[in-house]
């Protein structure tokens, strides 16, 4: 029991050593950066890389998501992330389109919706299997291409349950819009 408690103590001084090795190593690219980005001294790895391609410094964001091992599915959330809220539509769809997101698109989707643009959104929208393409319809108040993708994937009867019960019962010109898709099947 005393060898066992020994070598824990000694792995936990070990993964306080380098994550604080970590923490200076940052904090040191941080200065580097400040010349470029002001007042990003003392802040977290993901919110750095968040600021940096919010500035359009994606070699930056590239260079720290190498040097701190940034996993290719948190750089892609982080960065997908921070240019919807920087609002470049363009550079978003350009990286969506580089290479296969080893995220999927949803994030896109959700990034698009957070920053209000669900023009933007639909463009993912598409990318998706249509079960969650119908979710995301339903997250954008657009039931009636809900209806439309619902009636094109498989199980659609319960998706054409799911959408009439978000749709309001007093909406009765709605409601007969998507019956009348959902009985073109």
Not at 28 to 46: F, H, I
Not at 78 to 87: H, T
């Amino acid at each position: 029991a005393v060898v066992s408690t020994q070598s824990t103590g000694i792995a936990k001084e070990n993964l306080e050593s380098q994550l604080t090795q970590e923490q200076v190593a940052l904090i040191k690219r941080q200065e580097n950066l400040q010349a470029k980005v002001a007042d990003v001294v003392g802040m977290g790895l993901n919110e750095t890389v968040d600021l940096l391609v919010q500035r359009a410094l994606y070699a930056e964001a590239e260079g720290l998501r190498k040097e701190f091992k940034l996993s290719d599915r948190k750089f892609w959330w982080l960065k997908a992330r921070a240019l919807a809220k920087a609002r470049n539509w363009p550079e978003l769809e350009k990286f969506a389109k580089g290479k296969k997101s080893p995220i999927g698109y949803k994030p896109f989707v959700d990034a698009c919706i957070e920053n209000c643009n669900k023009v933007e959104a639909v463009k993912y929208v598409e990318r998706l299997p249509r079960e969650q393409q119908v979710e995301c319809y339903m997250d954008m108040d657009m039931p009636e291409k809900a209806a439309e993708t619902a009636r094109l994937a498989r199980g659609s009867e319960e998706l054409f349950e799911r959408i009439l019960s978000q749709v309001s019962a007093q909406n009765t010109g709605l409601r007969d819009k998507i019956n009348a898709i959902r009985n073109n099947v």
